[in-house]
């Protein structure tokens, strides 16, 4: 017995993905998702293939992928197993921008801290307020 492949009209795979229609009309729209089918009312339906693709699409995205570099890396999927070394070296780069973007929001997160456990000093009076905006009775 042959399984019949499960198709998803729009409204289905943006609920599967996450997407918003207008979003996944525009991944349509500018190629990157290849291969999409049609219904017999001419209606876009996606596979579960389909639906992982797209979701990859979504990881690029919030790797920071720009359109341009989404496209080039699903030209390169498309040309098969060769490119993997390539398309390796496009993730390694987008990793390390991440793992830099993680560090500095820890700075940030760090900062508040410091700055919360100064405030609850300040206000707990274990320690004196200090400004580096205002002029303070020290400063004089």
């Known amino acids: 017995m042959v ?3 499960e198709l ?3 409204k289905q795979t943006c609920e599967k993905t996450g997407l918003t ?3 996944l009309k525009f991944y349509c729209n500018e190629g990157l998702v290849p291969n999409v089918k049609r219904d017999k009312n001419n209606y876009r339906v996606f596979s579960d293939k389909d ?3 797209i979701n990859s699409l979504s990881c690029l995205k919030n790797c920071g992928m720009s359109i ?3 496209k080039e890396y699903l030209d390169l999927c498309l040309k098969g197993e060769s490119t993997i070394p390539k398309r390796k070296e496009i993730l390694d780069i987008k ?3 991440l793992q830099h973007k993680i560090a500095e929001l820890q700075e940030s997160i ?4 410091w700055k919360h456990q100064f405030y609850d000093n300040v206000l707990s009076g274990k320690e004196k307020y200090d400004s580096n905006l205002i002029p303070t009775k020290n400063d004089d």
């Open 3 to 5: 399984k019949v492949e």
């Open 8 to 10: 998803y009209s729009m």
């Open 21 to 23: 229609y207008d979003t």
């Open 51 to 53: 639906i992982a693709w």
């Open 68 to 70: 341009i570099e989404m």
């Open 95 to 97: 990793l390390k921008e």
């Open 110 to 113: 760090d900062y508040i801290h």
